[in-house]
């Protein structure tokens, strides 16, 4: 009786306390340098919105999909903004448990937004997520090495090129290897990467009929090109390197190469951070002459889960968060090189942004890339580095693990790819995507 | 009599235990140290051990970002709360088992334990609509509740067992010296059973502050304890190990003074009954 009745009491203040104070938004976010700028920022949008309260939740990437995924499906109701990624949008929005953005003020310039970003957050015609910051991936290199084994870099190197730099730039005696790339089992590790470079190859997840494609030869001569460039060119124990083993690897001076995130460019050219900050160069991904590159498209950004309470308030947030305003924000505080990058054209017109070495590359990186027709050939599926279906994150995770076994050498690319078809065209079929 | 033991012998099981110690507590004094060095240190190849420039940057600047003391109270307050209360059910269910076993009181055991072998992440959607519907997402009442009942099974078991090793021929003795129930409890069990009891309450204290799915799982801004605190200085995208490895230290300090200080309770209770 106690308890109910301090429950009923605890409820009550709560609701009582809801009505004196300001309306809270509970903002669900990652860990990453520009969601924790924004957190730092936040007095100006409290300060513009004396009204509102914002409360944070940041967690790391895993923990935060997982945790917001639960709350939507359940229609938990726990948080008020969340921040997703372009994988997340399309099914969400799809479900209908998103709430839709078309209606932004004018003053707010959606058509300002880069369109490969757009693309990425609409279905159907509906903005279902305001992009907070986007990337690509490409290369960045080390200029003095390259210049020792007597190569230049052209600005959009193809495979055949990047293959004989990183040879000729492995030196392992002296700790130097000529290539980094992503080897870590993981659907947004070594999947994204290899799934990115797969396009440029030619492969393709599934045909037009959902058919698993791994038993083509385009996925072998991509799986088999990696192997063998790693194996000649790579660090060891390349197998569990990650985005942030590859960028601590390129950091100390030990990578020729290194083929990741945009947003990798800023921290290598840090010199607080970086011994080779003044000696890096960037290009695009590379290519394979079959008129699709190896780069991926990433965004994240802020949507609005359906049936909150506070969908207004939150409106306001996502809108100050998005804005050209935000990102005049950040960089009259912190400098051009730290406004999140890749979500507006304004952004790349401005004069003092273009001064950012890496701004270049990242807009034609963005801009390169095509989520809707992201292969060679024609596929059902929207999405570079991933596949749009929910039942992707848990296949892609399985054949993750088949790659990186791989690259460890425990097994060879012809098992690898067949366990993948195998577990493509069971899942694909239990699911019911082939009839 | 003690068996004679050489020198030679002492010294190197000596060097062997201090051996097997300090790999036991290498990750934590690296997690230590780690948190000391800068983002660029702690990512040096080789690494240094002492030889760095030790700084407070990140116990600052994770002080400045986060709410710990809110996250530490969270933690003191699901941690204990769980186990007084698991303790209170689990003290006369354990009693009724060990010294009043029923014909089914093995199956019923082995039920319990049995709870434990589900996957939690299997019931994690009827229990988060269970909250949502009676308003407990996000609360520390809900997260008490939910960790007393997933710890129960372990704290009736540890307690059934320390109480099996207390002769029944004493509970008898105090009952036909005319002692009631309540005073055979209180009197004559409880005392022999403190160091159970303690044991268990430290171990349970333990295992409820450092778990990490449930906590994780049903909080937000309000009662996230220091699970959620660690989770959000961690990235796949960006140097974060320094800022981790700050994040961490506070957050099994708590803990680690806790258990230093009632280490001999923990050893005693833990190896209690082990040599019969």
Redesign the interface.
Known sequence: MKFKSM?LGA?SLGVMTGLVHAETI?I?T????DM?RM?GLTDDFTAKNPDIEV?????????LR??VT??I???????DVMTIGTYEVPIWGKQGWLVSLNDLPESYDVDDLLPAIRGGLTVDGELYAAPFYGESSMVMYRTDLMEKAGLEMPEAPTWDFIAEAARAMTDKENEVYGICMRGKAGW??NVAFITAMSNSFGARWFDMDWKPQFDQQAWKDTLTFYLDLMKDAGPPGASSN???EN??LF??G?CGMWID?T??AS?VTNP???EVADKVGFALAPDKGLGKRSNWLWAWSLAIPAGTDNEAAAKKFVEWATSKEYLELVASNEGWANVPPGTRTSLYENPEYKKVPFAEMTLQSINSADPQHPTVDPVPYVGVQFVAIPEFQGLATVIGQQFSAALAGTITADQALRSAQQVATREMTKAGYIK | MARAVTPARKATVTVFAWGVGLLIFFPILWTILTSFKT??EA???PPSFVGFDWTLENYSTVME?SNYFLHFLNSVVISVGSTLIGLLVAIPAAWSMAFVPGKRTKDVLMWMLSTKMLPPVGV??PI??IF?DT?L??TR?GLVIVLTLINLPIIVWMLYTYFKEIPVDILEAARMDGASLRAEIIYVLTPMAVPGIASTLLLNIILAWNEAFWT??LT??NA?PLT?FI??????????YAKLSAASTMAIAPILIMGWFSQKQLVRGLTFGAVK
């Open positions: 429950l409820v509970t669900a990652v860990n990453n340098g924790i957190q409360e944070w939740v940041t967690l790391e990437e895993n923990v997982q945790r639960t709350d499906a359940t229609k938990g109701g726990q948080y947004g590790e990650g985005f942030n960028l601590a950091q100390t030990k995130a947003v990798a921290f607080e951070d970086s | 983002e660029a990512i040096a190849s970002r994690l959607i988060y609509l949502r308003g997402l996000d009442t994780l799982n937000a801004a996230a959620a989770a959000s200085y961690s990235s796949p995208e960006g140097l974060f």
